[in-house]
């Protein structure tokens, strides 16, 4: 039941971020509610497999920014997200460049918090 909370937690974040940031545009054959849902199914596999192994990997470089790298990899994690969504399922994402990535994954992680606030258990 986590799972779904989360999952729709992140679609909806996903979605505010697409609202507010330029360059992040639904895309595909289907609905825009169900290519934000694809974009954050995508996100939160992405975040539980791969963001432990890069995070892990630029600890060095995290460190030395003050934890300001950090937004980088979350960028990359919502681009690999967008990216797969589009390629494996049709539907997903589109992102214009890094700077849309970049702050979309900021207005995600904000927005993501809130959320995580008012859904506690």
Do not use: E, H, Y
Request: some cysteine; overall charge neutral.
């Amino acid at each position: 039941m986590r799972f779904l909370l989360n999952w729709l937690v992140t679609s909806i974040a996903i979605a505010v971020a697409a609202a507010l940031v330029p360059g992040i545009v639904p895309f595909g054959p289907v609905d825009a509610w169900l290519a934000f849902a694809f974009a954050g199914l995508f996100l939160g596999i992405v975040d539980s497999l791969i963001k432990p192994v890069l995070s892990l990997l630029s600890l060095p470089l995290t460190i030395v920014t003050f934890g300001i790298f950090q937004l980088v990899v979350n960028a990359l994690m919502l681009s690999l997200a967008g990216w797969l969504s589009l390629n494996l399922l049709g539907a997903g994402i589109a992102i214009a460049s890094f700077g849309s990535a970049f702050a979309g994954a900021i207005v995600v992680s904000i927005t993501c918090t809130i959320l995580g606030f008012i859904t506690r258990d």
